[in-house]
């Protein structure tokens, strides 16, 4: 089930990216970030997961919708550099063998359980702190990006 | 598992990285870089789940509240840079100097 996730999630990213049509790149990233939320619910962190759902697909993917009013339909065509899919598969492969080879290591440094997830449980003034800095600041973008829109008034009335 | 899951993170990292390097308008852009941060949440979600690491969940939502604020400012620049110049490459942007 979370290996069907996480491949789920890998395809809906490549087809954000590949995708030339922007209001089809938006929807399969903002269901990417909810596959996302859905696999941090399923390992048991919901509180990780809730946010991802919230943040990603609720706030910034608004956001973006507002850069797609003004790139319209269809991203716009540009020259794609040949060696950065090279480059970025060569990182990949970097960091898989640098960590399967350095896996043991991992495996015999793991510390005890150092506190318990209760995090949020005792005081929800941090959970609250946590939404009013998003939400701020989602709310600067939108308040500043709907200034940013709306067309100049002519000074000679 | 838990080598999956990094095996994972580390795909969408580089899927990330080959948005950024190679896509030149804005909004790509920005998808990337939410891949970007995405991987790396997805990294110490993982390891805190499977190695017990449960610090690591504090990491992730500081870099879940980062990456907001990035795309609250990103969005912006982007805004002014249209209204002012017209422009929705970043190539194109130090042209119009």
Redesign the interface.
């Known amino acids: 089930m979370?290996?069907a996730l996480?491949?789920i999630?890998?395809v809906l990213?490549?087809t954000?990216?590949s995708v030339k049509q922007?209001i089809a790149?938006l929807i399969s990233?903002a269901l990417m970030?909810l596959v996302?939320g859905l696999?941090?619910i399923g390992?048991?962190?919901k509180l990780?997961g809730l946010?991802?759902i919230f943040?990603?697909t609720g706030?910034?993917a608004v956001?973006?919708l507002?850069?797609?009013t003004?790139?319209g339909r269809e991203?716009?065509k540009?020259?794609?550099?040949s060696w950065?899919?090279v480059?970025?598969?060569g990182?990949?492969v970097l960091?898989?063998a640098l960590?399967?080879t350095n896996?043991s290591l991992?495996a015999t440094n793991?510390?005890?359980?150092?506190?318990?997830?209760e995090?949020f449980a005792t005081s929800f003034s941090d959970v609250v702190i946590?939404f009013a800095?998003?939400g701020v600041?989602?709310l600067?973008?939108?308040i500043?990006?709907i200034n940013?829109?709306k067309p100049k008034r002519s000074r000679d009335v | 598992m838990f080598e999956i899951d990094m095996i994972f993170a580390f795909a969408l990292f580089s899927v990330g990285l080959y948005g950024i390097s190679s896509n030149r308008d804005f909004l790509r852009i920005f998808f990337s870089l939410e891949m970007l941060m995405n991987a790396v949440i997805l990294m110490l979600a993982s390891s805190a789940h499977y190695l017990g690491l449960s610090q690591n969940i504090s990491f992730a939502y500081m870099i879940m509240i980062l990456a907001t604020l990035e795309a609250a400012v990103g969005i912006l620049i982007f805004a002014a840079a249209h209204k002012f110049t017209k422009v929705v490459i970043a190539d194109d942007l130090g042209a119009q100097k």
Do not use: C, H, W
């Not at chain 1, 540009?78 to 550099?81: D, N």
């Not at chain 1, 793991?110 to 997830?117: C, F």
């Open positions: 979370n290996i996480l491949t999630a890998l990213a490549i954000s990216l922007s790149s990233f970030m996302l696999y941090y390992l048991d962190e990780l946010f991802q943040i990603y706030g910034i956001l973006m507002f850069g797609i003004l790139i991203f716009p540009t020259t794609k550099s950065s899919a480059v970025s598969f990182v990949f960091m898989s960590f399967l896996r991992l793991v510390p005890e359980i150092v506190e318990k997830k995090m946590l800095l998003i600041s989602l600067y973008g939108t500043k990006m940013a829109l």
